[in-house]
T-cell receptor
């Protein structure tokens, strides 16, 4: 299984961009990178996903390196409500919907 | 649509008791799964199902049974509860029809289980 590595914690000032890195050096060519977040032990919430190209939606941007061995989730203007644990996950191609969670990054947005 | 619904939200069991955690989804998703989350940890996969009648083990299956008789429901059974099963349990479903890889997972709000 392609594994991901994330820093355990990060701080960000409110209103600034939060850049959360993720390494996935063993990713295969047809496997997607997904990002979820979990706020206060609620159910995880989908943020964004990508395969090769950079992606942007109303919540965040996802930058994937050309070799696909790492990616960065960008929250362009972090708010206090973005304080959460962020999980980077590689979705395994031949295992359907199987998502294996790592430890994630605990992001603290400070005033 | 209700999405993924888990019941109950909270439960306290005595050691050795049995119970079933319910999970239902109304999105006609083929893939469903159960996770547990212990304090300060990420989610760990217990069991999953790729469709009605098909189930398989995840990372931490011991002490849990599942079945999938319908597309909508995926109950998780604890046959003889142990304190080590005190955790928060999450159910998830994903649309994997026609081998889709480009779809998000939907999670329930969790069942907080305490075994005393």
């Amino acid at each position: 299984d392609a594994k991901t590595t994330q820093p355990p914690s990060m701080d960000c000032a409110e209103g600034r961009a939060a850049n959360l890195p993720c390494n996935h050096s063993t990713i295969s060519g047809n496997e997607y990178v997904y990002w979820y977040r979990q706020i206060h032990s609620q159910g995880p919430q989908y943020i964004i996903h990508g395969l090769k190209n950079n992606e942007t939606n109303e919540m965040a941007s996802l930058i994937i390196t050309e070799d696909r061995k790492s990616s960065t989730l960008i929250l362009p203007h972090a708010t206090l409500r973005d304080t959460a644990v962020y999980y980077c996950i590689v979705r395994i191609y031949n295992q359907g919907g199987k998502l294996i969670f790592g430890q994630g990054t605990e992001l603290s947005v400070k005033p | 649509n209700a999405g993924v619904t888990q019941t109950p939200k909270f439960q306290v069991l005595k050691t050795g008791q049995s119970m079933t955690l319910q999970c239902a989804q109304d999105m006609n998703h083929e893939y469903m799964s159960w996770y547990r989350q212990d304090p300060g940890m990420g989610l760990r996969l217990i069991h999953y199902s790729v469709g009605a009648g098909i189930t398989d083990q995840g990372e931490v299956p011991n002490g849990y049974n599942v079945s999938r008789s319908t597309t909508e429901d995926f109950p998780l059974r604890l046959l003889s509860a142990a304190p080590s099963q005190t955790s928060v349990y999450f159910c998830a479903s994903i649309d994997t029809g026609t081998d889709k890889m480009n779809t998000e997972a939907f999670f329930g709000q969790g069942t907080r289980l305490t075994v005393v």
